[in-house]
DNA sequence: CAGTGGTCTAGACCACCCT
DNA sequence: GGGTGGTCTAGACCACTGG
């Protein structure tokens, strides 16, 4: 199914502005699955005859979805779909610098566990987890760099929304886990959540970090969310920062 | 001096787009004081005729500065310079919500002290303080709710870019810090870099907070930025998570 | 080279706000 | 009613990309 094979009609009468309606038809495209990730979109010509308004009404409605970091165009070849695998991707959930410094680096992630359960009602819940199908995986991951591991990460997610995952999938990945998510499985992580709090790390965490029982750690809880405001993903991380930080930039921007 | 008294000449012929140069005059403006925080700037009439364009490339002009947050439109109205009043500014540097919670609280603001210091080694560096006047305010603030103190602010900033700065002036605001900053030292906050640790709270911040020494707290040293990426403030807050949590919604903007 | 998005124009009409 | 920004049109030309 392409999305120059479907019908649309923008009513130029209603309250709603045409660059709007033509903006949610476009996203409604994404979650329909018409469009994917990294896929190139029609030129805009086509574009002024499928939705039949003027060329300005069409980039007003590519530019707002391109703000919203859904739509990325490229001059000289087109509009596409943005998709986790992009430079800019990478680091936009990963919030840790090392110490005074400005480099990113990316973590070294070793699987610790994983294994499939029955979801508690917390996770029933926030996932929105049929009873029919009340499994959940969880994945436990240790973050580090050289060697040193900063950071644990208790991922949570519905086997409903990610069908035949294995270990093996998980470990032989060659990107981020946002990428396999929207790869594999076709959930694209539109948004995130964070809540910090600090406290005294437990014994197993500490054990998997390295640390004495009692070091004041970063507990970091996350929620993962994808179209219509669907949670999909409950992270858990646990940030030993005596070498590392967590970091936030904050322009006085109307978005964030 | 005002906007309109100004001559423009905007250059078609070089590589930089005539709606990019236009914003960078505007936002020149800004910078040389020509436009203040909360200003009504002339209407997009008045300024294709002074900027000799056509309307559609001042729209594009303000339509950048108005994503950066820097100009806000208002139908029907006009268009005026954003400022630290503004409702969405309220928040936009204050994340700490209570647990579980989605609701803002706005926190109850208690000067702790307040002194003058011989600025040392990081704070000549940072905040770019000049030999003649090296002296700087050392600020704490005790930030609760209800009576309970969760947080404690400890703010830096130079006298030379506070002048006269009081504590009487402080106390008798009537608004956030950051708003006294623009309204009475003309110094506009546009954003923040905050870099979050987890320590035991030590002796002299735990009897602030109120709560036993050793506790975990965070530890939240933030840069305050103004334009032309100059550091004006430096700011370490320490949370009590117990009741309240550090909060971080990103969406995957190109901007944030 | 052909095709893409990027810039720019010169209007028209509508929706909103204040007086 | 008079002024503001918001939407929309129907073009023109430029700059970039790939083959």
């Known amino acids: 199914m392409s999305l120059t094979d479907l019908k649309f009609s923008i009513d130029p009468n209603i309250k709603t502005p045409m660059w709007l309606q033509i903006r949610n038809e476009l996203f409604d495209c994404l979650y329909k699955d018409i469009l994917r990730?990294?896929?190139?979109?029609?030129?805009?010509?086509?574009l002024v005859e499928l939705f039949n308004v003027?060329?300005?009404?069409?980039?007003?409605?590519?530019?707002?979805?391109?703000?919203?970091?859904?739509?990325?165009?490229?001059?000289?070849?087109?509009?596409?779909?943005?998709?986790?695998?992009?430079?800019?991707?990478?680091?936009?959930?990963?919030?840790?610098?090392?110490?005074?410094?400005?480099v990113r680096h990316i973590p070294e992630v070793e699987l610790?566990?994983?294994?499939?359960?029955?979801?508690?009602?917390?996770?029933?819940?926030?996932?929105?987890?049929?009873?029919?199908?009340?499994?959940?995986f969880h994945i436990y991951n240790k973050l580090g760099f050289q060697g040193k591991v900063h950071s644990v990460d208790k991922i949570v997610i519905a086997t409903a929304k990610f069908p035949l995952l294995t270990k093996e999938i998980l470990v032989n990945r060659h990107n981020t886990i946002y990428n396999l998510f929207q790869n594999k499985f076709n959930v694209f992580i539109t948004h995130t959540s964070e809540r910090i709090k600090a406290t005294l790390v437990d014994k197993k965490i500490?054990?998997?970090?390295?640390?004495?029982?009692?070091?004041?750690?970063?507990?970091?809880?996350?929620?993962?969310?994808?179209?219509?405001?669907?949670?999909?993903?409950?992270?858990?991380?646990?940030?030993?920062?005596?070498?590392?930080?967590?970091?936030?930039?904050?322009?006085?921007?109307?978005?964030?």
């Not at 990730?37 to 086509?46: H, M």
């Not at 409605?61 to 986790?84: D, N, P, S, W, Y």
């Not at 499939?116 to 199908?133: G, S």
């Open 112 to 136: 610790a566990s994983f294994e499939m359960r029955k979801a508690n009602k917390t996770e029933m819940k926030l996932l929105n987890i049929p009873k029919e199908n009340d499994k959940v």
């Open 37 to 46: 990730p990294g896929q190139l979109i029609p030129n805009e010509k086509t």
């Open 54 to 102: 003027s060329i300005g009404t069409i980039r007003k409605a590519i530019g707002a979805l391109e703000k919203e970091g859904i739509l990325i165009r490229k001059q000289g070849l087109g509009t596409f779909v943005c998709q986790h695998d992009d430079q800019s991707f990478l680091f936009k959930f990963f919030h840790i610098f090392f110490n005074d410094s400005d």
């Open 206 to 256: 500490s054990q998997m970090l390295g640390i004495e029982m009692g070091t004041p750690i970063l507990k970091i809880e996350r929620l993962g969310y994808t179209f219509h405001d669907e949670i999909v993903e409950l992270r858990t991380s646990y940030v030993n920062t005596t070498e590392v930080e967590y970091i936030r930039d904050q322009y006085s921007l109307v978005g964030e």
